[in-house]
């Protein structure tokens, strides 16, 4: 069993998107973010701190707008298309999940496919169907990223993608099937999701249920890849139990330091691509 190590993968990754930052910099292009943050919610605040900080790292200018819970939607509207406009800002993060109240999809369409790093908006995904370059979310995209570093071939191989969202699980499908995998998507109402995962060569589980995948359900030498994040006791865990799974495995990722690393990793190199598809335009 190899661990896949998205830490230390992130690491390699940050390095090189610092490089492309300040090649950006002798050119005279100062790379930027704008952060939309509505409301309190504290793992928000956390993960967009968390963000902030590895922009830091790497020279890319991050800059977070605060708007109180009770905002209007059409004053974060106004918000977005002003950030949309500035030349200044090469990508735009609207910080998930928004308010009661709050419209998500209307909000995310005020930010240009240009512009959109983290790949929500219907603009990308629609590209990712058609098998056409371009923006991809940061966490399947992250996924993909370790499956390459650690060279696990991916074509013609049965991946079993556990979980639906337009986040995570419908992405994730469509780039494993655009790498040429066949691919099952399983969800709340798989009749048998147990059989499903014991078929696959390649499982990802991005639900957000502890200990959703067991041994039983693993065949020996597959790669398991678990994106969810959930708290046990106080203890972070991900959807697979691991301890009993990763003895099956002939690759698979651990929760914490798997899968979140790289998606932050993901994020820097969106606005990076951005700033220089940017600077390609002008």
Same mark, same amino acid.
């Given at each position: ?45 956390? #993960?967009?701190?968390?963000? @902030?900080?590895?922009?830091?790292? +790497?020279?890319? $200018? /991050? =800059?977070?707008?605060?708007? !109180? ?80 570093? #650690?060279?696990?071939?991916? @074509?013609?191989?049965?991946?079993? +993608?556990?979980? $639906? /969202? =337009?986040?995570?699980?419908? !992405? ?91 998606? +932050? ?18």
């Amino acid at each position: 069993m190899t661990l896949l190590d998205g830490k230390q993968t992130a690491a390699k990754i940050r390095e090189e998107v610092a490089l492309r930052v300040r090649a950006l910099q002798r050119l005279g292009r100062t790379v930027g973010l704008a952060v939309v943050l509505v409301g309190d919610d504290p793992a928000s605040a956390i #993960y967009v701190r968390n963000k @902030a900080r590895a922009c830091e790292e +790497v020279g890319i $200018r /991050s =800059v977070v707008y605060t708007r !109180p819970a009770q905002a209007m939607e059409g004053e974060i509207a106004a918000l977005l298309d002003a950030l949309a406009a500035d030349s200044s800002v090469d990508g735009i993060l609207l910080q998930l999940p928004l308010p009661a109240g709050l419209n998500a999809d209307a909000l995310l369409a005020h930010i240009p496919p240009e512009k959109d790093v983290d790949a929500f908006g219907a603009y990308h995904l629609g590209a990712l169907v058609r098998g056409e370059r371009s923006m991809v979310a940061c966490t399947p995209l992250g996924v993909m990223e370790l499956l390459h570093r #650690y060279q696990i071939g991916i @074509a013609g191989r049965h991946a079993v +993608v556990v979980g $639906r /969202s =337009v986040i995570v699980g419908k !992405p994730m499908a469509l780039l494993l099937l655009n790498a040429d995998a066949t691919v099952t998507v399983c969800h709340s109402k798989t009749r048998d999701l147990r059989a499903e995962c014991l078929r696959a060569d390649i499982i990802v589980s991005a639900v957000g249920h502890a200990g959703l995948i067991g041994a039983d359900m693993v065949k020996e030498g597959a790669v398991v890849i678990d994106v969810g994040m959930n708290r046990v006791n106080g203890k972070l865990c991900g959807d697979v139990d691991f301890a009993a799974v990763a003895p099956k495995c002939s690759y698979i990722t651990p929760v914490p330091g798997g899968v979140g690393p790289m998606t +932050v990793a993901m994020l820097l190199q969106n606005v990076c691509s951005c700033a220089e598809g940017n600077l390609t335009r002008k």
